[in-house]
């Protein structure tokens, strides 16, 4: 009997096979999760006491802000694990993970914004955690115009690598920075140290729409990467075989 391992999912040949089997089940539960989540946040969540109606746009800001924070540490790891142990795996997830994490990082911008003007009377304010998380989103785009300008695909990686690594020192600031400066940013709608401060449904509602973020964020990740896969493995043979057995 063949044994078990975990680490022959590190071959692209093999996990190229096992996300295309992934993929459809995590975008069923993103589907599924985006819909629960969104009905529990704008039709059963009570209207918050203080901020009305308005209030609902964190039950997308929020997640999106934490995605984006959560998916740069993760592409700054993979990146790491093929710098140091040169795995091919790793660098194409690192690369599969920037564009999911600039687009949360993008959108929990855009709803800020949307948010900030009826809160605060503008759409945007020099606070400490809105500029520390616009650096996060240059550092996104900066990673894959890095990887993008080099053509050498090894040196694209490494490079890549060195800036993700660098740029994961922002994350703490972004998380911290309500505790550390006096900020207009309010405090974290979730800690771990303490009981939530927000209604039941709105919770629920809240991480109803993280689950569905994850589930998308893995979904569309997995599909990345198996394009980064075909890419890069074009010339060996198993690549040859796949595509000639699609013609058929």
């Known amino acids: 009997m063949k044994e078990f391992s975990l680490f022959r999912f590190a071959a692209p040949k093999v996990f190229y096979g096992l996300a295309g089997k992934m993929i459809p089940w995590f975008s069923l ?9 969104l009905y529990v946040g704008f039709f059963v969540a009570p209207t918050d006491a203080q901020q009305g109606e ?3 746009i964190i039950f997308i800001h929020v997640p999106a802000a934490w995605m984006s924070m959560f998916i740069y540490l993760l592409m700054a790891a993979y990146a790491g694990f093929g710098l140091v142990l040169n795995t ?9 993970l920037a564009p999911t994490g ?11 914004a949307l948010w900030g003007k009826p809160m605060w009377g503008a759409y945007w304010v020099w606070d400490a955690r809105l500029t520390s998380e616009l650096i996060l989103l240059f550092l996104y785009l900066g990673f894959m115009a890095l990887q993008a300008a080099i053509d050498d695909t090894r040196r694209a990686d490494k490079a890549g690598a060195v800036l993700a690594l660098v ?3 922002n994350v703490p600031i972004i998380y911290f920075s309500v505790k550390w400066w006096n900020t207009l940013h309010q405090g974290a709608s979730v800690s771990m140290t303490k009981s939530p401060s927000m ?7 809240m991480l109803l729409m993280a689950l ?20 890069r493995e074009r010339k060996t043979t198993w690549v040859a075989e796949l595509i000639e057995g699609m013609k058929k």
């Not at 091919?88 to 599969?96: E, H, I, N, P, T």
């Not at 209604?199 to 509602?205: D, I, K, Q, R, V």
């Open 167 to 169: 740029g994961a020192v």
């Open 54 to 56: 308005a209030y609902r």
């Open 199 to 205: 209604a039941a449904t709105m919770l629920t509602g």
């Open 102 to 112: 600039a687009l949360f990082t993008f959108i929990a911008l855009w709803t800020g």
């Open 29 to 37: 539960l993103a589907v599924g999760f985006a819909i629960a989540g």
């Open 88 to 96: 091919r795996l790793s660098d194409m997830m690192a690369r599969a």
């Open 212 to 231: 569905a973020c994850w589930m998308y964020s893995i979904a569309v990740s997995l599909a990345r990467v198996r394009c980064e896969i075909l890419e």
